[in-house]
């Protein structure tokens, strides 16, 4: 889906929207981080970790692409394609350093740049800059493949949604998660493309991916660094589940 984002010539004009974009996500990225590690203070270690990192790794490009092409189409999709690099280089940078006091630099590079939503967007860079073709029946592929992402997607969080019980909600922490996740850090991107006076599709950009519930990554990791996993998975299920009513809504302002 991202390689076929990049089917449309790049311009000048696309450049420096992907740049305003890719400075916006490392903005969104370190206040979350920072902000991390203030809010969450008055819980115990083993839970303030895993809050600090639900709070800054989310699904944007699991989750967070299929929903911008649905609601921008492909020129959003280009920018939504660097919107999401630096919540990766966050995720085994900072992120992985929340739970083990520090981070291993090089593995985090490796893991960074061998990422395939990063290697893709590389790729697909070429294909624009020298509007290479790719044959027709390729192409059908591709588009169809990438349109394959939404439906998967939804299954998959169907499929998490049936290990919710009452108990789940009955933890307020994970209540104020979302409420950080979903509603706080979306609204600070809007305010930002905002003050930048920013085309709605950038808005739109940066509003929904920063508005995807908490990573997946989160419970892997807990369970990794011996944190909570439980806490994790928790979190991760009460935060996916808010966010099918917080993502109709942060739309409505984009």
Not at 177 to 204: K, Q, W
Request: aromatic residues 12%; hydrophobic residues 55%; proline residues 5%.
């Amino acid at each position: 889906m991202i390689f076929n984002s990049f089917s449309m010539h790049i311009t000048v004009d696309m450049l420096k929207q992907a740049a305003l974009c890719l400075g916006v996500a490392f903005f969104i990225c370190f206040a979350a981080w920072l902000g991390g590690k203030v809010v969450y203070n008055m819980y115990p270690k083993e839970k303030k970790s895993v809050l600090q990192y639900a709070t800054l790794v989310n699904k944007a490009a699991f989750l967070g692409l299929p929903i911008v092409k649905a609601v921008l189409g492909e020129a959003g999709m280009f920018l939504a394609s660097i919107f999401i690099i630096p919540n990766r280089i966050f995720m085994w940078t900072a992120g992985v350093s929340i739970f083990t006091a520090e981070a291993d630099k090089k593995a985090a590079f490796k893991k960074v740049m061998l990422n395939p939503c990063v290697i893709v967007i590389f790729i697909g860079l070429f294909r624009s800059f020298t509007d290479f073709t790719l044959p027709e029946f390729l192409a059908k592929s591709i588009t169809g493949l990438g349109n394959c992402t939404t439906p998967l997607s939804m299954v998959l969080i169907g499929t998490m949604m049936t290990e919710l019980t009452p108990a789940s909600f009955k933890d307020w922490s994970t209540v104020y998660l979302a409420f950080m996740r979903l509603v706080a850090l979306p609204f600070l991107a809007l305010f930002i493309m905002r003050l930048l006076n920013a085309d709605p599709i950038m808005t739109g950009c940066a509003v929904i991916l920063t508005a995807m519930p908490a990573g997946s990554t989160t419970a892997l990791l807990a369970e990794k660094y011996g944190s909570d996993p439980v806490y994790a998975s928790k979190c991760l299920l009460t935060n996916t589940l808010f966010s099918l009513i917080t993502i109709p809504i942060m739309t409505l302002f984009i």
